[in-house]
T-cell receptor, first 114, second 110 residues
Framework: ETGVTQSPTHLIKTRGQQVTLRCSSQ?????VSWYQQALGQGPQFIFQYYREEENGRGNFPPRFSGLQFPNYSSELNVNALELDDSALYLCASRGDPGQSFGAFFGQGTRLTVV | RKEVEQDPGPFNVPEGATVAFNCTYS??????FFWYRQDCRKEPKLLMSVYSSGNEDGRFTAQLNRASQYISLLIRDSKLSDSATYLC???????????FGKGTKLSVKP
């Protein structure tokens, strides 16, 4: 077990709605990153938070936003959902943003937009 | 050119076979390299890091060729439980992000 937990595990939303996904980091980890994995693709980096500030972002529009809380848990918010947002959303935590070892993922939230 | 490229497979091999996966990456400044394993409808799990000198973990051997920007994973004595998708991963340009290939699907048959 990685110690990273995500909720909910599955979610169905309607196009145009907003969604919030949650992640609890492994104890002691102050860095969290979010990835989107569409079917048949590798995970794509959305953004990273370090000590409550965004410190890296991938090629995703502003309707993808996030928060990190003082306890280092995190949220991913997606506004104006589109059908193409249907994917597995993965959260990963690290002790420091520059650590060179790989990230450890939570079990993911599978989002379906209809 | 994609940042990380892998042969999608599938690779269908019998138990006990040796199988090799290859991966190329485009950013010559990449410093960290990994192989992840992903089972169907599960999260990716770190299989091993890849070091310049090459490294081995049991039946798994990873190699890195920086000059050719090429990474490989060798699995010896394949088990049924090795059936999964193997993702090649390198660190990205911005701090903290990892760049994943699409993955190579392996199916080990009895």
């Amino acid at each position: 077990e990685t110690g990273v937990t995500q909720s909910p595990t599955h979610l169905i939303k309607t196009r145009g709605q907003q969604v919030t996904l949650r992640c609890s980091s492994q104890s002691g980890h102050n860095t969290v990153s979010w990835y989107q994995q569409a079917l048949g693709q590798g995970p794509q980096f959305i953004f990273q938070y370090y000590r409550e500030e965004e410190n890296g972002r991938g090629n995703f529009p502003p309707r993808f936003s996030g928060l990190q809380f003082p306890n280092y848990s995190s949220e991913l918010n997606v506004n104006a959902l589109e059908l193409d947002d249907s994917a597995l959303y993965l959260c990963a935590s690290r002790g420091d943003p520059g650590q060179s070892f790989g990230a450890f993922f939570g079990q993911g939230t599978r989002l379906t937009v209809v | 050119r994609k940042e990380v490229e892998q042969d999608p497979g599938p690779f269908n091999v019998p138990e006990g076979a040796t199988v090799a996966f290859n991966c190329t990456y485009s950013n010559s400044a990449s410093q960290s390299f990994f192989w992840y394993r992903q089972d169907c409808r599960k999260e990716p799990k770190l299989l091993m890091s890849v070091y310049s000198s090459g490294n081995e973990d049991g039946r798994f051997t990873a190699q890195l060729n920086r000059a050719s920007q090429y990474i490989s994973l060798l699995i010896r004595d394949s088990k049924l439980s090795d059936s999964a998708t193997y993702l090649c991963v390198v660190n990205g340009r911005s701090q903290g992000n990892l760049i994943f290939g699409k993955g190579t699907k392996l199916s080990v048959k009895p």
